[in-house]
């Protein structure tokens, strides 16, 4: 499994920021095998991991063309900056009630 780390300094979020980001979470799920999207935001700071099956999918998703003009929009208008990390997980446990998997 992998995470995909997107770290932005947000220069204008508005109605068609949140429309856009609603609709690249619904398709990287729905087209790409994303298994889970977690957005957060402090301030300007924006955050969001995204977790995938292989790196495949993370190429594959990364040449999608409704996600390319997603991120020139990004770029254009709603990021001052953005740094985007890969990494791939080595272990993952999940609570249970009381214990780990």
């Given amino acids: 499994m992998y995470v995909v780390i997107f770290r932005a300094k947000v ?35 924006e955050l969001s991991l995204s977790y995938w099956p292989d790196a495949e999918a993370i190429q594959r998703w990364r040449q999608d063309p409704e996600h390319k003009k997603a991120q020139a929009m990004g770029e254009k208008y709603w990021y001052e900056s953005y740094q985007i990390e890969v990494s791939e997980v080595k272990r993952h446990y999940r609570s249970k ?3 780990h998997e």
């Fill in 97 to 99: 009630g009381t214990g």
């Fill in 11 to 45: 220069k204008h979020q508005g109605q068609d920021y949140q429309e856009t980001a609603e609709r690249m979470r619904e398709l990287a799920m729905q087209n790409y095998r994303c298994l889970d999207f977690i957005s957060m935001s402090e301030g300007d700071e």
